[in-house]
């Protein structure tokens, strides 16, 4: 199978190539820029210097297990991190909250998306035709199929692993479910319908609920519109707030 096909189903990426470019901004500063890749865990390692407190992120993808090694890295190293325009997909789900401290500046977004619990949840008829859709020839299905399958529950366990290592509740890979429900309603009211969604807890949330301190989120409030999403254009993105979410599982 194709590695950008098992990529994609596991994290949930808007782009596939390519890789994170890492440099050194400041005495104590490196900058993340692209999706998240197998090895950006060594570029960071060998950039790092024991004055290195922060990481400025911007990437709206990236491969899952990549992103937790990353994540590891930057909880060991003990860095902070801060949102330069985005940190989506992997990026959200792993790098982000194992940060010291977390910045998310104005015109910042933190947008999560499906995680490798949830995309192993899908049943076999849907990985078939995830398959079908990206050209795998039918007589190569079955095997396909199979190894996808087991791919997405590897990926699911070290998921479980990551958050219990950070201490990270597991309904924080697993509520973004139902904010993508309601955000079907939602898209509608937009030309594109199409838009990916994405989901952005607040701060208050983070930390009552999943165990995720430290997050100084800006302008979020004021950016969402008063019945709680922000639609980005140019991304073709749609930013759920928590309005579909009750209290703390």
């Not at 930390?207 to 008063?226: K, M, S, W």
Request: one cysteine or more.
């Amino acid at each position: 199978m194709k590695r950008f096909l098992c990529v994609g189903m596991m994290a949930g990426v808007t782009a596939l190539a390519g890789a994170a470019d890492f440099s050194r901004t400041g005495n104590d500063s490196i900058a993340m820029r692209g999706p998240v890749a197998e090895g950006d865990v060594d570029k960071l390692r060998l950039l790092a210097t024991p004055g290195t407190a922060l990481l400025r992120v911007n990437s709206d993808a990236g491969d899952a297990q990549a992103a937790m090694q990353l994540g590891r890295l930057v909880r060991q190293l003990r860095l902070d991190i801060a949102i330069d325009t985005v940190c989506a997909g992997s990026c959200a789900l792993y790098v982000f909250p194992a940060a010291r401290g977390k910045s998310i500046p104005m015109d910042a977004v933190l947008a999560l998306q499906e995680s490798a619990f949830l995309r192993a949840q899908a049943d076999r008829a849907q990985l078939r035709r995830t398959l079908v859709e990206a050209g795998v020839a039918a007589e190569d299905l079955d095997s396909e199929t199979q190894a996808l399958a087991a791919q997405l529950a590897e990926t699911a366990a070290l998921e479980a692993a990551f958050a219990a290592q950070l201490r990270i509740a597991p309904a924080f890979y697993r509520d973004f479910r139902q904010v993508a429900a309601q955000a079907e309603s939602v898209r509608q009211r937009f030309p594109d319908q199409e838009a990916a969604v994405y989901w952005w807890p607040a701060a208050a949330r983070l930390q009552r609920c999943y165990g995720i301190g430290d997050v100084d989120e800006g302008t979020r409030a004021a950016r969402l519109a008063p019945d709680g999403y922000l639609y980005v254009p140019a991304l073709s993105a749609l930013v759920m707030g928590d309005q579909a979410l009750q209290g703390c599982p």
